[in-house]
C-alpha cells in the first residue's frame, strides 16, 4: 500500500506537466444585480498550484466557488460561460453537482468540523458514496490523517470530538476528509486566513507534498504564501483577470503595471 | 431630570417589571399548592373517579390526558420537521417565506375553541368518527403545529451555511446533508418545541371537551375511536359542583397534577435547550 503510494506521483509528474485540467472561458457571474466576475478566461494546469491573489471583494471566492458549483445555492447567482474540467463542461444544469464535488473537492476559510469524532469526520463523506468495510475505514482514516500531516498528533485519540482539536489541527482534518473522497482537484479558499502562523506552514508544506497527486487551486490575499508555495499565479482584480502565468515569471518580472504594484507594495489601483 | 436619576429609574422599573411577573406566577403556584396539596395522596393518584369526581381519584383523568398529548405529538412531529425543512433549505423567495410566516402566525392565532369547533363539523359528524380520543389528539396537534414548526425552523436555519457547504463540498446531495448534518442538530429544536407545544396542549380544555371527552363513566380507552376524560374537562366539571366541598377539594388536587405535568415538560424543554446550547458554543 504505502509503495504505491510513493510511486505513484513520480509517475504522474512525468507525462503531465503542461496538461491544463480545468479551462475557464468568457464565465460571467452576477449576485442579483453585482457584476462579480467580468469575462473571466483562466488555465489550471494539472499538479501544480495555482496561486488565486487579489484584493479583498476582487471575486477570488466567487471564482473559486464557481468551479464546484458550490455557488449554486446562493440566493440571486447567474453563472454564464464555460468551466471545463476534464472536457466536459460541468456548468450544464443537468449535470450531477454532487458527483462533480466528490472530484474537485473544497475546504473553506472557516475550519467547519462535524459534530462528531475525528474518525468520524475523516470518514463523513466517502462512507456515503460507498460501502466500507471495517479495515478500509481504518485505513483510509490512517491514511488520509497522514496524508494531512496529522496522524501523529490525533492517531491516539481518534474518537475524540473533532471539536477538541485546535483551530489549526481542525483545518487539516477538513483537508483530510476532502483528501478521503479522492478527488482530482482541491480548491481552497483562503484556508490559512484563521490560522496561527505555524499551522499556516504545516500546511503549505502539505500542497507541496499534495501536487504531486493532486491539482490544488489555491485563494490567498497573503502575497508571500503565493511566492512560497505558487507555481502558476492568477491575479485578478475588480473581477476581471489581470494577468496569469508561471509564478517564478510574474513575481520576477510582472508584464501588467497594476500585477506589479500589486506584487510589490499589495495596493491595487483598479 | 438629570441623566443619572433618569437612568437609575429605568433600570428600576424593568426590576419591577420582573418582579410582577415572577410574583404572578409564585401567588398562583403558591394557591394551587396550598389548596391542591391536601387532596393528593397515592389513592388520589391510582384510582378512578367516582361520584362525578367528588370521590375516588383521576387515573383515567391522568392517563386520557397523556394519552392526547403523546398522540398529538406524534402527529404533529413529521409535518412540523418537513415544513421547517423546506422553508430552511429549499425556499428561497422572500415573498413565498413571507407567505408561509403568515400562515404560521394565523394558524397559530385561532382561538382553540375554533379547533373544537372545526374538529366536531369534520371529523366528528361529517367523516363519522364519533367523539373519540384521536380525533381530540389530530386537532390538539393541529394547535401545536406553528409553535414546533417555528422552534424547529429556528434551529436548522441557524447552523451555519459552512455546515451545508461543507457537506455538499464532499460530494453528498441536499437530502444526504440535511438527513445527515442538519437534521441531527436541529432536532433538539424540535423537540423543544415539541415540549412547550405538548405543555400547552395538556392545558387545553375549549378544543377537546365537544370532540374527545365525555365528563363522566370513562374508563382506559379500548379503541381508537373511544372518548377519554381528561384532567381539564374534569376540573371543569368539578368546578361546576362548586358548592360540594369534597368536589372542590379535589378540583385543586387535579389542577395540581395538572400544573405538575406541564412545569414537568416546561423544564425538560429547558434542559434539553441549555444541554443544546453547550453544545453548539464549544
Redesign the interface.
Known amino acids: 500500500m504505502m509503495e504505491q503510494h510513493a510511486l505513484k506521483p513520480k509517475l504522474t509528474v512525468v507525462g503531465k506537466t503542461t496538461e491544463d485540467i480545468i479551462k475557464i472561458e468568457g464565465l460571467q457571474v452576477w449576485i442579483k444585480e453585482n457584476h462579480i466576475l467580468n469575462s473571466i478566461q483562466l488555465n489550471i494546469p494539472k499538479n501544480k498550484i495555482t496561486c488565486i491573489i487579489g484584493p479583498s471583494g476582487s471575486g477570488k471566492s466567487t471564482l473559486i466557488r464557481s468551479m464546484?458549483r458550490?455557488n449554486d445555492?446562493v440566493?440571486g447567482i447567474t453563472t454564464q460561460g464555460i468551466i471545463n474540467f476534464n472536457g466536459t463542461s460541468i456548468l450544464e444544469k443537468e449535470n450531477d453537482?454532487?458527483?462533480l464535488?466528490?472530484q474537485i473537492?473544497?475546504?473553506?476559510q472557516?475550519p467547519?468540523v462535524?459534530?462528531k469524532s475525528i474518525k468520524e469526520n475523516v470518514l463523513?463523506?466517502i462512507q456515503?458514496?460507498k460501502k466500507l468495510s471495517k479495515l478500509e475505514k481504518l485505513q483510509s482514516v490512517e491514511e488520509n490523517l497522514k496524508a494531512a500531516s496529522l496522524w501523529k498528533e490525533v492517531s491516539h485519540r481518534l474518537n475524540d470530538k473533532a471539536?477538541s482539536l485546535s483551530i489549526g489541527q481542525q483545518q487539516r482534518l477538513?483537508i483530510a476528509?476532502?483528501l478521503a473522497?479522492k478527488p482530482e482537484v482541491i480548491l481552497l479558499d483562503e484556508p490559512t486566513s484563521s490560522l496561527d502562523p505555524l499551522s499556516t506552514r504545516a500546511i503549505e508544506d502539505m500542497m507541496v507534498q499534495l501536487k504531486e497527486e493532486y491539482t490544488i487551486v489555491f485563494v490567498t490575499h497573503n502575497i508571500s504564501q503565493a511566492k512560497r508555495i505558487a507555481d502558476h499565479l492568477v491575479f485578478i482584480c475588480d473581477g476581471k483577470v489581470i494577468e496569469q502565468g508561471p509564478a517564478s515569471a510574474m513575481f520576477s518580472c510582472a508584464k501588467d503595471p497594476q500585477t506589479k504594484a500589486y506584487l510589490k507594495d499589495e495596493y491595487c489601483a483598479c | 431630570m438629570n441623566r443619572k436619576l433618569k437612568n437609575n429609574l429605568f433600570t428600576y422599573a424593568t426590576w419591577i417589571a420582573v418582579i410582577t411577573c415572577a410574583a404572578i406566577l409564585l401567588f398562583l403556584f403558591g394557591v394551587i399548592l396550598w389548596n391542591g396539596l391536601p387532596a393528593i395522596n397515592f389513592n388520589f393518584l391510582t384510582e378512578a373517579a367516582s361520584d362525578f369526581g367528588a370521590s375516588g381519584g383521576i387515573i383515567h383523568q391522568i392517563t386520557g390526558s397523556v394519552l392526547l398529548v403523546i398522540f398529538s405529538a406524534l402527529i404533529c412531529l413529521p409535518i412540523a420537521i418537513g415544513t421547517a425543512i423546506y422553508k430552511s433549505e429549499y425556499v428561497?423567495s422572500k415573498k413565498l417565506h413571507t407567505l408561509i410566516n403568515t400562515l404560521i402566525y394565523s394558524l397559530n392565532g385561532i382561538p382553540s375553541l375554533i379547533f373544537g369547533i372545526f374538529g366536531l363539523i369534520l371529523f366528528v359528524n361529517i367523516l363519522g368518527m364519533g367523539v373519540s380520543w384521536i380525533v381530540g389528539s389530530i386537532i390538539l396537534a393541529m394547535m401545536i403545529l406553528p409553535t414546533v414548526t417555528l422552534s424547529t425552523y429556528h434551529s436548522i436555519n441557524s447552523i451555519?451555511t459552512?455546515?451545508?457547504?461543507?457537506?455538499?463540498?464532499?460530494?453528498?446531495?441536499k437530502w444526504?446533508t440535511i438527513s445527515?448534518?442538519l437534521l441531527?442538530?436541529g432536532f433538539s429544536g424540535a423537540i423543544t418545541g415539541l415540549l412547550i407545544g405538548v405543555a400547552r396542549a395538556i392545558g387545553e380544555t375549549a378544543p377537546i371537551m365537544f370532540i374527545a371527552t365525555a365528563f363522566s363513566g370513562v374508563a382506559f380507552p379500548s379503541s381508537l375511536l373511544e372518548p377519554v376524560s381528561t384532567l381539564p374537562t374534569h376540573i371543569l366539571a368539578l368546578a361546576q359542583q362548586a358548592t360540594n366541598p369534597a368536589a372542590l377539594q379535589n378540583a385543586w388536587g387535579t389542577s395540581l397534577v395538572l400544573v405538575s405535568l406541564v412545569v414537568l415538560f416546561s423544564i425538560t424543554a429547558l434542559c434539553i435547550r441549555l444541554k443544546h446550547q453547550a453544545?453548539s458554543k464549544?
Not at chain 1, 473537492?105 to 473553506?108: E, I, L, P, R
Open positions: 464546484n458550490i445555492d440566493d453537482v454532487a458527483s464535488r466528490t473537492g473544497m475546504v473553506f472557516k467547519c462535524f459534530p463523513f463523506g456515503h458514496l471539536s477538513c476528509r476532502t473522497v | 428561497k451555519p459552512v455546515y451545508r457547504e461543507s457537506s455538499m463540498a464532499l460530494g453528498l446531495t444526504q445527515k448534518v441531527p442538530q453544545i464549544r
